[in-house]
Nanobody, 126 residues
Framework: QVQLVESGGGLVQAGGSLRLSCAAS????????MGWFRQAPGKDREFVAALTWNGASTYYADSVKGRFTISRDNAKNTVYLQMNSLKPEDTAVYYCAADPSNTLGAIRMSVQYRYWGQGTQVTVSS
């Protein structure tokens, strides 16, 4: 069992930055694919970013490419999402998720992820 706890959300003006953190319990964290998803009010949960267990490969939604950066520190059991040049349309609850199976073909699919955090709210004002 893995528990994930997100932090770092908040209110920021358009053009600003935030860094989200996701702290994981359990020694197997370093072997999991990790992802970030988000869900805005009235919308489906959508893929934001993901990276492989060793951090060698990263994946981004087109809407955040060039603005967001996902990274991990396996020694700290933590994955990060650095968000720059934020836009009002980035407003959502952001969730981190863990995939023990490391199925790269489904890395953008929420159903692939077994463990989820409780989410952290990000609000970008115009």
């Amino acid at each position: 069992q893995v528990q994930l706890v997100e932090s770092g959300g908040g209110l920021v003006q358009a053009g600003g930055s935030l860094r989200l953190s996701c702290a994981a319990s359990g020694r197997a964290f370093s072997s999991y694919t990790m992802g970030w998803f988000r869900q805005a009010p009235g919308k489906d949960r959508e893929f934001v970013a993901a990276l492989t267990w060793n951090g060698a490969s990263t994946y981004y939604a087109d809407s955040v490419k060039g603005r967001f950066t996902i990274s991990r520190d396996n020694a700290k059991n933590t994955v990060y999402l650095q968000m720059n040049s934020l836009k009002p349309e980035d407003t959502a609850v952001y969730y981190c998720a863990a995939d023990p199976s490391n199925t790269l073909g489904a890395i953008r699919m929420s159903v692939q992820y077994r463990y989820w955090g409780q989410g952290t709210q990000v609000t970008v004002s115009s």
